[in-house]
């Protein structure tokens, strides 16, 4: 729906900035524990507990989101997911967010109304409070941006992994790719095709596993936010190790190899360069001790390789067992491969 | 400068994410007191004593700056000064802050040199770390979107001034438009204009002034962004009060009513209606206790009018004496006065 074709025929132009704020500020009530002032004020006033984390992330459209796959809920809901998501991946409690957006003159009111609304339904799930924000103009796309405060006694880095370690991952990967293919082509039809659409516009960020993650003695974490094997080679170089990761061992959702062979795409390239699925990749000192008091609190962990020592190299290990070169754009080793 | 016309010829599209990332990153380095995890994990962790002021403020080519008028460094400074400017009208300590980029693919790397290097300068001035952030592609105008913490016992509120209270401000109303005409029309020459033009390119928030308003007792307190008349009419809003303003009293600055002559505006216009100051306008009881101790910082106040009772209404006293209502677009008033 492009942005003058909203149902309300009244745009954010026509209401003005002051109006906009004050109807923004009544979708996003900003009070709650810990808030000392919220929205209306120069800057909001929060406490947390023990130290503080902070992340942000810009998201443009045409770039980040097609408003003609998502809609305003949707967006609303992804721009927070991102950041819900860094704030797992340190394992520390999202607590409050800030919203800047940049919106054309011509956008429908009902569009904010809706980003705004997809936004509060995944904050209010994750007990966070819009506390800030700003709008303004723009002659161009619409912008959202988003900064999540939160809080941690200890986090999880993702320069800690060792060699020995065990590499393991939350759910399922290569989803959100899978769910966005489908989307793209709705004359394909696979079973979990539901899921997998969702699992793009509707993303599920998993602060809880993070914090369980920091308890259960996780050695190093980063989220699957750019993909599986990008996300990991980032651990890997922070950490100065090497990886093993054995294809065979990714947890595929239900419905991607029968997406993938309609489409004509290697699995492995969605599960392996598919970005935005927003699973917790971790390692863990061998034993399974972490992944049992993962998997006790009912949360899906695979194990998907091992660390090795820098010297040794960054592998993946292709389901017909051949040892290839770990790639960030990790589904290149398999365009070739039917 | 339009986007295109940089000088080193290679462009934030040819260097691609990662490595601009990277080239960021060089240019603030994320160390400080208080800096846990800066720029390079999934969010960054910092230590904060006392609450947490957290604010953010999107600034969008085209709209809010304009890159005939403005060095790349100018808006890099002036993107944190707004929010350096909103943590002091909460009478805090700004500390941490995190930066969003929004980019065409043709933006010359040299530009974001210049936005993180006036950004930079300015925090390094008010001993603020950059601790993260992130950049996008954007198929429109350049956006920058800047989130600052802050830290603070006991912080200010707009909404606290009470029937009595004296009106005071900081520095000089109306600098930043007298400066914006004088950069628009360089044909006019008018004694302090450099002064004039650096105030509306390189504005000097004023963080130090607000904690000193909070220890000496002000009952209220917020920034004029919007301007003089908009501001205080914010104030007296969230303080359920009515105000009288004496225009006479307005601290104009060396050359304004000089430039507004040659410009044909009536130089309260620019005092009252002219946003972007960034001063600090604040109430407090009657007896100047307030002022003297800002004073004795070397700070300059002037006292500009007087909080009355919600039912005493909202007043501008001319300089010829007259009352007229008090609007946010101050100089609808003066416009027709020649």
């Known amino acids: 729906m492009p942005p003058s074709a909203g149902r309300s025929g009244r745009t954010v132009g026509s209401l003005g900035e002051f109006a906009l704020i004050e109807r923004l500020r009544r979708l996003v009530p900003a009070v709650g524990p810990g808030v000392r002032v919220g929205i209306g004020d120069d800057a909001a006033v929060v406490h947390l507990e023990g130290e503080v984390l902070a992340t ?10 097609d408003r003609s796959l998502c809609t305003p809920g949707d967006i609303g809901w992804r721009a927070l997911a991102v950041n819900l998501s860094d704030i797992a991946a340190m394992g520390g409690t999202p607590r409050f967010a800030l919203i800047s957006l940049a919106l054309p003159a011509e956008t429908d009111v009902e569009v904010v109304d809706g980003v705004y609304g997809g936004l509060a339904e ?4 994750h007990a966070v409070v819009v506390v800030g924000g700003n709008v303004s103009r723009i002659p161009g796309p619409l912008v959202i941006d988003v900064t999540l405060l939160g809080e941690a006694d200890t986090t999880l880095r993702r320069s800690e992994a060792r060699p020995g370690d065990e590499v393991w991952i939350t759910g399922a990967v290569g989803k959100a790719a899978a769910g966005l293919y489908l989307l793209r082509h709705p004359e394909i039809k696979v079973p979990g095709a539901e899921a997998l659409v969702a699992a793009y516009r509707r993303p599920q960020p998993q602060p809880a596993a993070g914090r369980l993650l920091v308890r259960a003695g996780a050695t190093a974490l980063i989220d699957t936010s750019d993909g599986t094997a990008s996300d990991l080679l980032h651990l890997v170089e922070a950490s100065g190790v090497g990886v093993r990761v054995d294809a065979s061992h990714l947890p595929l959702p239900a419905g991607l190899s029968e997406a993938a062979r309609a489409a004509g795409v290697d699995p492995f390239a969605w599960a392996l360069g598919g970005g935005e699925d927003y699973e917790l990749l971790f390692t863990a000192a061998p034993g399974a001790a972490v992944a049992r008091a993962i998997r006790a609190a009912g949360v899906a962990v695979t194990r998907i390789g091992e660390i090795l020592p820098q010297a040794g190299g960054r592998w993946l290990v292709r389901q017909d067992g051949e040892r290839v070169p770990l790639s960030a754009s ?4 398999f365009r070739s491969t039917p």
Request: charge should be negative; charged fraction near 15%; aromatic fraction near 12%.
């Open 56 to 65: 942000c992330d810009i998201q443009v459209e045409g770039v980040h989101f």
């Open 122 to 125: 995944l904050a209010s799930a």
């Open 330 to 333: 990790g589904w290149d080793h």
